[in-house]
């Protein structure tokens, strides 16, 4: 049973418009949600996190929510550039080892100019 | 050096052989952490080292995979009588200490298993 989930495989938005990365979780304990981005060939990159107690970070154009109710968040990009153009992995941890985090499948951002 | 190493960057075995992964972290960084990535797959943790203690294995998928870090520094992580299930990239990342993200990650090892 995936415990981390990214339902949408892709997605493909216009420059200078807004993207919007959904990750459903479905284990309760986790309490730490994570955002990385990844290019080909290249390792992940850490992007942006928020706790449990939160329901909304933000750091320049990203913006994460978190609806601890529906176990569901969102990574907001706006605008869209196309260097964003990258795979987008959501990760959730109930640990206090974030590394030790579940990872969802991915979503590739396509941003076109 | 200015970030994570990862060796070799492509590894091309033979079903049953065995292979060694190597990763060298960013100077300092006391914790150390091993995922793999199967195709059209998420990041799946493996092991963690932090500093001198024992390290956390609860990721690990059978005992034909162990790691080894010596000295705090370079790591190692080896699979015995690959399969071809094994076929991944093999990710390392490193930080100064367990941190609420800010893991830099190594380029990864593409093994393949033929």
């Known amino acids: 049973d995936q415990q981390v989930k990214q339902n949408s495989p892709s997605l493909s938005v216009q420059e200078g418009r807004i993207s919007i990365l959904n990750c459903d979780y479905t284990?309760?304990?986790?309490?730490?949600f994570l955002w990385y981005k990844k290019y080909p060939a290249e390792g992940p990159t850490f992007l942006i996190s928020?706790?449990?107690?939160?329901d909304k970070n933000e750091d320049g154009r990203f913006t994460v929510f978190l609806n601890k109710s529906a176990k569901h968040l969102s990574l907001h990009i706006v605008p869209s550039q196309p260097g964003d153009s990258a795979v987008y992995f959501c990760?959730?941890?109930?640990?206090?080892?974030?590394?030790?985090?579940?990872f969802g499948d991915g979503t590739t951002l396509t941003v076109k100019p | 050096g200015a970030g994570v190493s990862q060796s070799p960057s492509n590894k091309v075995t033979e079903k049953g052989k065995d292979v060694e992964l190597r990763c060298d972290p960013i100077?300092?960084?006391?914790?150390l952490y091993w995922y793999r990535q199967s195709l059209g797959q998420g990041l799946e943790f493996l092991i963690y080292?932090?500093?001198?203690?024992?390290?956390?294995k609860s990721g690990l998928p059978s005992d034909r995979f162990s790691a080894e870090r010596t000295g705090g520094s370079v790591s190692t992580l080896t699979i015995q009588r690959t399969q071809q299930e094994d076929s991944a990239v093999y990710l390392c990342?490193?930080?100064?200490?367990?941190?609420?993200?800010?893991?830099?990650f190594g380029s990864g090892t593409r093994l393949t298993v033929v």
């Open positions: 990342a490193s930080s100064p200490y367990i941190t609420s993200g800010g893991y830099t």
């Open positions: 284990n309760s304990m986790f309490d730490y």
């Open positions: 928020i706790s449990s107690i939160k």
């Open positions: 990760a959730a941890s109930a640990d206090t080892n974030a590394g030790k985090s579940t």
């Open positions: 100077s300092g960084h006391t914790a």
């Open positions: 080292f932090q500093g001198n203690s024992a390290p956390d």
